[in-house]
């Protein structure tokens, strides 16, 4: 059922928001050039590897070692708007017709991560990554790491299918409200170190 849905859903809005999609990979041409979309390894369900798909919202900036630059040197006004209505994410409902993500799910994070987790933090992956999930519409990245991943383990032994409709829901307003894009001093979630 939830397969289903995910797929009637992502192909629904991608055909829906195409106008849009088309509009933001001429902007980010534009403003940010090449490569439109920002491509990268993420952990799957039971951590198996998949690529992740979104539309670049930072430079590619480097120092003169060619180390790049913290995120709050290369995220651009450009790619602060991408990211306050979450249009950078729109090239995951590709991940969602390929079976890579779930609409809503844990949100998949760095494969660097995998070693890091507790036995029951990683416990994560039991379910396949989503778009949206209950740690991303009750606060984001203005909740601790640890905080975050306690929510995804609530979501992964309380998931159902009205739960779903209900983080769809509360993402749409969410979105619109721009709540919890960026975590104390940082533009993103500083990195997780392990607890």
């Avoid at 930072?58 to 450009?78: C, I, V």
């Amino acid at each position: 059922m939830k397969r289903i849905f995910d797929i009637l859903v992502a192909a629904g809005l991608l055909l829906l928001l195409s106008p849009v999609i088309l509009v933001v990979a001429v902007l980010v041409r534009k403003k940010l050039g090449a490569p439109v979309l920002f491509k990268q390894q993420r952990p799957g369900r039971n951590g198996v590897p998949f690529v992740l798909y979104k539309f670049r919202s930072m430079r590619d900036a480097r120092d003169g070692s060619g180390r790049e630059l913290p995120d709050e040197l290369r995220l651009t006004p450009f790619g602060e708007r991408m990211r306050k209505y979450s249009l950078d994410e729109l090239p995951q409902l590709v991940n969602v017709l390929k079976g890579d993500l779930s609409l809503v799910g844990p949100r998949p994070l760095l494969m660097d991560y995998l070693p890091l987790y507790t036995e029951e933090q990683a416990r994560r992956h039991e379910v396949r990554p989503g778009i949206t999930g209950w740690a991303q519409v009750n606060g984001r990245n203005a909740l601790s790491w640890e905080e975050k991943f306690k929510l995804d383990v609530w979501y992964v032994d309380n998931r159902s299918f009205r739960l779903d409709l209900t983080i769809l829901l509360m993402t749409v307003r969410k979105v619109f409200k721009s709540e919890g894009i960026s975590h104390g001093n940082h533009v993103t979630m500083e990195k997780f170190m392990g607890s």
